[in-house]
């Protein structure tokens, strides 16, 4: 059953549905996966509200084990990793431990794979005048889950995740994780969202032909608004590398391609203090020690 979580619009097929949303159709099963304990049960899921920090994909689940009495399960769903990730773990964890005085098992899900170039880290760690602060987490990447794993734990929140998930990309999967959501009507009002995943893995009209209905539904889904802002602030930041290597190259000549990487890898914020830093270099060792003050 959807719990009044969801935010789905029946009438459009239009889904807007959270991380909270999906984890809330199964939770037993959502923690035993996550935890790897396959005796704990989820008790309850509690506010992930930390004074002004709240996002609908932070999942927070109060669980309990018999060989670990009660903790939290914090799972935090990020649609595309970002290099702000094992900050927001660390800080998330410790706001949840304080606000409910329980040990926290922090999990990371990620959905989509990042450029082959990004490693993923599983903790956060950072060292300040000899003060160090560890936060680990698990981490799991959905394009290396293997589908069957869906289907034979019944995890109902990660259906509409199966055209993603390893071997899940085939047409007779997705039916497959179809005729799932359409056993329970409740269910099947997330057969938008599996459309959503399956376009990345099937030609359109494949997918229209599975759903049966128009595909132009997904054009309004918020997990496809969220896909088209970052690739508009991902060309931003291409642009803006590109200008500002243009500039560099006029001022100091040919750099290096190690440079050159460096630079096409800063945020889209660095580029934009390097944009105006660059004017007081004297030379490319400048820019060299602006860039290693960056990585530090």
């Known amino acids: 059953m959807v719990s009044g979580i969801c935010r789905i619009l029946i009438v459009t097929k239009v889904a807007d549905i959270g991380g909270k949303c999906l984890v809330s159709l199964s939770p037993d099963a959502w923690v035993k996966w996550v935890t790897g304990q396959p005796e704990a049960t989820a008790q309850e899921i509690v506010g992930a509200d930390f004074q002004w920090v709240s996002r609908d994909n932070d999942i927070l689940i109060k669980t309990f084990s018999p060989n670990y009495g009660e903790f939290l399960t914090l799972t935090e769903l990020q649609l595309r990793y970002t290099e702000k990730m094992p900050l927001r773990m660390r800080a998330y964890a410790a706001l949840a431990q304080e606000k409910y005085e329980l040990p926290v098992y922090p999990v990371l899900i990620n959905i989509l794979p990042p450029a082959q170039t990004v490693t993923i880290p599983n903790s956060f760690e950072d060292n300040f005048l000899g003060l160090r602060s560890i936060q680990d987490y698990r981490v799991i990447n959905l394009w290396e889950v293997d589908a069957e794993i869906a289907f034979a734990q019944e995890l109902v929140s990660l259906m509409p995740f199966v055209p993603i998930l390893k071997g899940g990309g085939e047409q007779a999967v997705v039916q497959r994780a179809l005729q799932v959501l359409q056993r329970d009507e409740q269910l099947s009002e997330l057969e938008s969202l599996l459309a959503f ?15 049966r209905w128009d595909m132009t539904v997904l054009r309004e889904s918020p997990w496809y608004q969220e896909i088209l802002q970052q690739g508009e602030q991902r060309g931003r930041r291409e642009e803006a590398a590109t200008l500002i290597l243009r500039q560099l190259t006029h001022r100091f000549g040919p750099l290096s391609p190690f440079l050159i990487t460096q630079i096409e890898q800063l945020t889209l914020e660095q580029l934009e203090t390097l944009s105006v830093d660059w004017l007081d270099f004297e030379s490319a060792t400048d820019l060299k020690g602006w860039l290693t003050g960056q990585e530090r």
Do not use: G, Y
Not at 197 to 211: G, K, R, Y
């Open 197 to 211: 995943f399956a376009s990345f893995v099937l030609e359109t009209e494949v997918v229209a032909q599975i759903m």
